[in-house]
Each structure stands twice: as structure tokens, then as C-alpha cells.
T-cell receptor, first 115, second 109 residues
Framework: EAGVAQSPRYKIIEKRQSVAFWCNPISGHATLYWYQQILGQGPKLLIQFQNNGVVDDSQLPKDRFSAERLKGVDSTLKIQPAKLEDSAVYLC?????????????FGPGTRLTVL | GEDVEQSLFLSVREGDSSVINCTYTDSSSTYLYWYKQEPGAGLQLLTYIFSNMDMKQDQRLTVLLNKKDKHLSLRIADTQTGDSAIYFCAETRDDKIIFGKGTRLHILP
């Protein structure tokens, strides 16, 4: 079974530039999560989708971050414009259903460096 | 909100047991988790325990849960070099998974 795929693996941009990350979850997984993991910290949930609808985006800085999952499969996360403090690893995860009892499977992440 | 607390570093000799401790915050957490993160990789669920259990054993892994003190521990028996990683404790809060900052386990030869 293929795991969660993410691209790119690494990205370096200058502040005020835009960047987009892509995630392909495990086939059949209805729930998709984007996490931000700052160096030395645990992952923090940014947004959660159930199929193509947003379940929770309370921690997403909506003035600069946006995410979509148009067909309920792939998802993109965009930052525009980026700030220095956005430097982090962005992890995508998926699970069969929207419940903490279902295991979340994580992708390898995209490491973003903002200069 | 309050943080899930765990020590940042642990060094253990190969072959010894490793014990990683965690204090969580939500007494109503249904599930408590241990995730493993190897360099350059995402998180991998290592094991979990239901809140109505005190202990769970899975091969070299033993999880102990003290609900009164909101304390969770992970014991890795016969620690190997392949166990070198960051271990995250996590709780469920409002049906979301909240992670600690992780404990980096270093294996000494």
C-alpha cells in the first residue's frame, strides 16, 4: 500500500514570496490533515479536511495561509506571502475517518526555509 | 492551551532499557499515543493505549498509564541503534491529537 506522498521535499524561498505544497493521501482515506512542525517542537494542526470539506481550520493563519482539497483526494497548502517564522516542516497526514481513534498516517513532510 | 510535557533528551546504552516519560493535560483523553520520528521522515504511530487501561505491552514496548497523575511512559526493552529517533507523546483533546515537543533518544555504543 502506497503511503502519503508529499512534494516538494525541500523548498527555500525569500520572505514575502509565495509557496505551495502538495499532498496525496492514502487511497480511500477520507480525512486529510496539514500540520506545521517548527524545529524542536511537535506537530501543530493547521487544517483538517473530511473529504473536500473543512472540519477545523481554527489554527490556520488565514491572512497568509490557504488550503484546498477540491476533489476530496489531493490537497495543496499555500503560503502567500511567507514570513521568516513560517520556516518549518509541513506534514500531511491522512486517516480513514475523522475520529481520533483512527490512525493517522504521515507523509515525509516538506521542509520550508524562509530567508 | 496547556502543553503535553516530556523531557527533550535521553541517552541510553545499547542493550539497556529506555524509559521516556510524558505528562499530558486532558483527563478525558480517550487515547494516548506514542509516535516515532526518524530523521527526514514523518511521524509513525508506535503504539497507543486506551484511557481505561493501565498498561499495554507489545513486543519490546511497554506503555504505562497513570490517569490520576496524567502520566504516560514508554519503555523500550533491549534498546537498539535502530531505536534512535524522536519520540512524541500525544493526547486526544476535542477529538484532535495534541503532540508534545518530543524526546530525542540517543543510543550509546
Amino acid at each position: 500500500e502506497a503511503g502519503v506522498a508529499q512534494s516538494p521535499r525541500y523548498k527555500i524561498i525569500e520572505k514575502r514570496q509565495s509557496v505551495a505544497f502538495w499532498c496525496n493521501p492514502i487511497s480511500g482515506h477520507a480525512t486529510l490533515y496539514w500540520y506545521q512542525q517548527i524545529l524542536g517542537q511537535g506537530p501543530k494542526l493547521l487544517i483538517q479536511f473530511q473529504n473536500n470539506g473543512v472540519v477545523d481550520d481554527s489554527q490556520l493563519p488565514k491572512d497568509r495561509f490557504s488550503a484546498e482539497r477540491l476533489k476530496g483526494v489531493d490537497s495543496t497548502l499555500k503560503i502567500q506571502p511567507a514570513k521568516l517564522e513560517d520556516s518549518a516542516v509541513y506534514l500531511c497526514a491522512s486517516s480513514l475517518e475523522d475520529h481520533a481513534g483512527y490512525e493517522q498516517f504521515f507523509g515525509p513532510g516538506t521542509r520550508l526555509t524562509v530567508l | 492551551g496547556e502543553d503535553v510535557e516530556q523531557s527533550l533528551f535521553l541517552s541510553v546504552r545499547e542493550g539497556d532499557s529506555s524509559v521516556i516519560n510524558c505528562t499530558y493535560t486532558d483527563s478525558s483523553s480517550t487515547y494516548l499515543y506514542w509516535y516515532k520520528q526518524e530523521p527526514g521522515a514523518g511521524l509513525q504511530l508506535l503504539t497507543y493505549i486506551f484511557s481505561n487501561m493501565d498498561m499495554k505491552q507489545d513486543q519490546r514496548l511497554t506503555v504505562l498509564l497513570n490517569k490520576k497523575d496524567k502520566h504516560l511512559s514508554l519503555r523500550i526493552a533491549d534498546t537498539q541503534t535502530g531505536d534512535s529517533a524522536i519520540y512524541f507523546c500525544a493526547e486526544t483533546r476535542d477529538d484532535k491529537i495534541i503532540f508534545g515537543k518530543g524526546t530525542r533518544l540517543h543510543i550509546l555504543p
